[in-house]
RNA sequence: GGGCGCGUAGCUCAGCGGAAGAGCACUCGGCUUACACCCGAGCGGUCGCAGGUUCGAACCCUGCCGCGCCCA
């Protein structure tokens, strides 16, 4: 810092290249130290962990929108006094990564289990030391206000001992448990995936009705449909509902299964709807998780025929080694050969689980031998946390969702036949012992350790606490836990969110957050959800090659409502980028103009000095509140309209003949200065980099990035000065609006008189009304040519202009009508509701008065208005 | 099938009990020494439909129609 002026638009090139700027404005950010972290500070904390990327990705949309509002957080608290901590890193997305490498293996002809696990491992890591982690490079690009000295990733030692703690703090007290369960399998991975992994879709498949049992009408037969006919080669049985008259003489008894020739039962159960189909359904216990309930009710064999790969496998059938969906055609055209299919609808169209990640096959329910962790107790925690108002979810409205889920939450598979993540810490002793050894413990000699890896989101369930130090009691722990704010998209509210609560109350015994703040997900500019195949996907990379890193940012936090989607596309950015230069431009005007905020705001503001400091102090009161409220939207788009439509467009242009002025041109240079050193610092957590530059040109001081908050800036509000400018606004516009309509080129300067400005209290607006209508001082032969009045809070002002030419009546007449019309609307309107006895004896005084105001008003405006109609010349 | 939410200007959305708003698009006029990535003026809506509550409804309630999303 000097006490010298600071040098002036020297600094400052025309133009802004954001290009050329932004990266070393970043590391010079980042060397100076100012994302780091003190654990020992007095300040009060403010922390929030990354949502971490996966280390597979790359940064796109929606980690722009994500990163861009958590950093306007951070940055404002940081500039707002507090310690402040954004955490960074990385999953490592164990499905993601193990089928990408798997891929490359098999493109040199070689698979995993033909490397071996640990080589498999090894050249994983290398994957990821060599390909890893593109998007940390991004999101230096993007300004992130992360602390990179405490960059952690989900599979690193610490998260590893995290990992261990917890699973045998969990086994231990009994909620991790293993057993045989109906599962999601995916063919493709050759693994489970668990509940949330599966997306249900609406597919066209085939309903298919097939006779069991005799082809003799006379002997006992029964009709069953289903969509899968190809499970049929592990029917156990066949259900029918206990009160079905149709089927009573059958329960009980055993029927022929076709093709396979196995006997099996017919049996009663509540759970069969008799209105659906024949009112009998098949029953493949191992292959279906209604049918497996069924199984169990009633004690059926449960044979599994299909292996790993999805392929029947067992069944002693010539479809033994047949894909799933061969087997649906083959096994169908074998039962129509013995003239057993009875109907065939064909499409029906019917909802089908589908492998979230990886190509999107249709999962295969399947009986397998898992891990799970007993969800009820931390799930119910999870719901009370939210119920008891300890965590607030925002918005409000998403707290059904929550609510529904963490209310009916099954338990949660977490064992994964992959290579790549932390292995379960579970070993098998030689005669079925289990044990679970601890972080420090050795298994004992002999034991073998369980071949599965644990769900990637067992160990980001950790991340608010395990990137903190736990289980170690560190200092950033204490310091920084419970984090502040979680913010993340509601899509993964249940994979994510949900098991970070459940584990942060288990292993902490305090909430991991204080609040969940959810935003939406990025559409494209006509609302539509992006995806690739459709092609309407956008790269902010691009984005912020072409407008700079500052525009793709004004644009996402400008449509990011809370837990609303967020339409978004081409004109958004450029519109912010065209906002980035109206800010470059007004400063470089202000600068050149000697505007400063080390000048002394006039202790004798103008009145458009005084309007602009109150504005500035309500609008940073909005800001200020609007962004505790997670309301990105709203802030920016309250301060893109200070910026551009008060600042920009009435104070600058009020503040031209100030400067003109001796007696104002100092206090004129001091608002300016002011008003632009609080806006830039209001705006830096929005677009940090442009802000930055400005600022440093207009103050000289050290870096925004630490410049204080602006608290109470400007002055309180002074609600005559403000009248009167609104006054002087409207003025101004009504000439503006006659001038055009009028087709008075904008270039003339029209020779005019105002009369009654002294009355209205806006003598001291003559030489701004003057100078914004492009008027002129009246000649002593001034002869007006056409007079116009506007009616004004303070009195009615006549606006006498010598337009050189006749006027143009018909369009003045057009023009007062359309006033007129106005005016007698609102006079309508008015008298409707005086004439409502009930209204007037209802409604609140101050409405009533309110009414009455306006219809006075409007009577006014209409005989004025009528009187200058008649004065017009006919024609 | 269950739950949540949405239908407001051509498009995308804000407003959620007391005078219909914004951005973009559109029309007209302007290179007025910060800015044409700009300036000025304007056009544009029985707030999905039908009932109800209220002095008063885009806003609250009910039903219907049409769209999303989540869960089965």
Not at 220 to 233: D, F, G, N
Request: charged share 25%; hydrophobic share 40%.
């Amino acid at each position: 810092m000097t006490d010298t002026l600071p040098p002036r638009t020297a600094d400052l090139p025309a133009q802004w290249n954001p290009g050329e700027v932004e990266a070393g404005m970043y590391e010079r950010w980042v060397d100076a130290g100012y994302f780091t972290a003190d654990a020992q500070s007095e300040k009060p904390p403010f922390c929030i962990v990354i949502p971490p990327p996966n280390v597979t990705g790359s940064l796109h949309i929606g980690h722009a929108f994500e990163h861009t509002l958590i950093d306007i957080m951070c940055r404002r608290k940081r500039m707002a006094g507090y310690e402040t901590l954004w955490l960074p890193g990385m999953d490592h997305a164990s499905i993601a990564v193990h089928a990408l490498v798997e891929r490359a293996l098999a493109a040199e002809g070689t698979s995993r289990r033909e490397l071996g696990r640990e080589a498999f491992i090894e050249r994983t890591w290398q994957w990821k030391e060599e390909h890893g982690g593109k998007i940390l490079a991004q999101m230096r690009r993007l300004g992130d206000s992360v602390d990179w000295t405490r960059e952690r990733f989900t599979m690193d030692e610490r998260s590893n001992r995290a990992v261990l703690t917890i699973f045998k703090r969990l086994f231990d007290d009994g909620l991790i448990y293993r057993a045989e369960r109906m599962v999601n399998w995916s063919p493709e991975m050759r693994s489970v995936l668990s509940d949330v992994e599966v997306e249900h879709k609406e597919v066209e498949g085939e309903l298919v009705s097939m006779r069991y049992g005799s082809l003799d009408d006379a002997e006992p037969h029964i009709v069953v449909a289903t969509t899968r006919v190809e499970t049929m080669l592990g029917d156990t049985a066949i259900a029918v509902h206990p009160d079905d008259e149709r089927y009573t003489h059958l329960v009980g008894t055993e029927i022929e299964l076709p093709l396979v020739g196995r006997m099996i039962r017919i049996v009663a159960d509540e759970h069969v709807d008799p209105s659906f189909g024949t009112g009998a359904v098949k029953v493949t216990p191992a292959h279906d998780p209604n049918d497996f309930e069924v199984g169990r009710r009633h004690d059926l064999p449960m044979p599994t025929i299909m292996d790993e790969t999805g392929k029947i496998a067992d069944t002693g059938t010539e479809f033994d080694g047949m894909d799933r969906f061969e087997a649906r055609v083959k096994v169908r055209e074998a039962l129509a050969a013995q003239g057993r299919i009875v109907a065939e609808k064909r499409p029906y169209v019917h909802s089908v689980g589908h492998a979230s990640r990886g190509k999107f096959e249709p999962i295969e329910p399947r009986l397998s031998l898992q891990w799970f962790v007993k969800v009820a107790p931390l799930a119910e925690a999870a719901g009370d946390a939210v119920r008891s108002g300890d965590v607030i979810v925002h918005p409000k409205e998403l707290e059904p969702r929550w609510f529904g889920w963490v209310d009916n939450m099954h338990d949660w598979c977490i064992s994964r036949q992959l290579w790549w993540g932390h292995r379960i810490p579970v070993w098998y002793g030689p005669n079925g012992e289990v044990v679970c050894p601890g972080p420090d413990e050795q298994p004992p000699a002999g034991y073998t350790q369980d071949e599965d890896v644990l769900d990637t989101w067992f160990s980001s369930g950790l991340w608010p606490f395990s990137t903190l130090g736990w289980p170690e009691k560190t200092p950033d722990l204490a310091k920084f836990y419970p984090t502040s704010v979680l913010h993340t998209g509601y899509d993964i509210l249940f994979f994510w969110v949900a098991r970070m609560m459940m584990f942060g109350l288990y292993a902490m015994d305090e909430k991991p957050f204080d609040t969940i703040s959810l935003h939406g997900m990025v559409r494209d500019q006509h609302g539509k959800k992006m995806s690739k195949t459709v092609g309407n996907t956008v790269d902010p990379n691009v984005w912020m090659d072409e407008f700079g890193t500052d525009a793709v940012r004004f644009a996402l936090a400008r449509v990011a409502n809370p837990g609303t989607d967020a339409p978004i596309g081409d004109d958004n950015v450029l519109a912010a980028r065209n906002f980035g230069t109206k800010l470059w431009n007004v400063t470089r005007f202000a600068m050149s103009s000697g505007a400063s905020p080390a000048l002394p705001l006039p202790s004798a503001p103008t009145d458009a000095d005084a309007w602009i400091l109150g504005r500035l102090r309500e609008v940073r009161d909005q800001v200020d509140a609007l962004l505790e409220d997670f309301q990105f939207a709203k802030a920016t788009e309250a301060l893109y309209h200070f910026t551009w439509d008060e600042f920009c467009a009435w104070y600058v242009e009020l503040a031209k003949p100030q400067l003109a002025d001796e007696a104002t041109e100092d206090g004129t240079r001091a608002v300016l200065g002011h008003v632009l050193d609080a806006l830039l610092r209001l705006l830096h957590p929005i677009s940090p980099f442009i802000t930055e530059a400005l600022w440093q040109a207009l103050t000289d001081g050290e870096s925004i990035v630490v410049a204080e908050w602006p608290v109470a800036p400007g002055a309180p509000v002074d609600p005559a000065a403000a009248r009167r400018v609104t006054d002087a606004q409207k003025l101004i516009t009504e000439i503006r609006r006659f001038r055009t309509e009028q087709r008075v080129p904008d270039s003339r300067r029209v020779p005019a008189r105002l009369v009654g400005l002294d009355a209205a209290g806006l003598g001291a607006h003559r030489a701004s009304v003057v100078a914004l209508n492009r008027l002129e001082a009246t000649a002593p032969d001034f002869a007006p040519t056409a007079t116009l009045e506007v009616a004004l809070a303070t009195g009615t002002i006549q606006v006498e202009l010598d337009t050189s030419d006749a006027i143009d009546v018909p369009a003045e007449r057009a023009r007062l009508g359309r006033d007129l019309a106005a005016a007698q609307k609102e006079l309508d309107q008015a008298d409707k509701k005086l004439g409502n006895p009930k209204f007037v004896d209802k409604a609140p005084a101050d409405i009533v008065d309110g009414i009455r105001a306006r219809r006075a008003a409007a009577e006014a405006d209409i005989e004025r208005i009528n009187a200058r109609l008649a004065a017009l010349p006919r024609s």
